[in-house]
């Protein structure tokens, strides 16, 4: 159940990270060639033509990369990667974090998108000691 809050938040806070300042999505920023454009995607205006194809295309990708993880992470006989917090952050939360998190340092911007969930997630949410 906490997996499908975290769900639900992250897709709802595209909404919310959008009143920020930032660059418009063009069709460009669709081919996601990094951390910058997924951003960009999750933090279009919504006055921006592009807005509910960038929405959804962040919500899709987003889910798809964290639930891989998670499925990933889950196989691990070893330590975990990432571990979610209880009670665990709403999704709206946990978008703007990632989206806060891949501004405040330029180079998290030239990463792979999925490497930038994925560290986004490993930093934010750490495992405790003999997870």
């Not at 205006?45 to 987003?62: E, I, M």
């Amino acid at each position: 159940m906490r997996f499908n809050r975290w769900l639900t938040g992250f897709a709802l806070s595209v909404g919310l990270s959008a009143g920020s300042a930032h660059a418009a999505v063009t069709e460009d920023t669709f081919l996601l060639r990094t951390t910058g454009d997924l951003v960009d995607l999750c933090s279009g205006a919504q006055s921006d033509p592009l807005y509910t194809a960038a929405v959804n295309f962040c919500q899709g990708f987003t889910v798809g990369v964290f639930r891989v993880l998670q499925e990933e992470d889950s196989a691990r006989l070893s330590r975990h990667t990432f571990c979610l917090p209880n009670p665990t952050p709403s999704r709206n939360e946990a978008i703007s974090r990632f989206v806060q998190w891949a501004k405040s340092d330029a180079s998290r911007l030239t990463l792979t998108p999925a490497d930038g969930v994925a560290s986004f997630l490993a930093q934010q949410f750490p495992c405790p000691r003999g997870r």
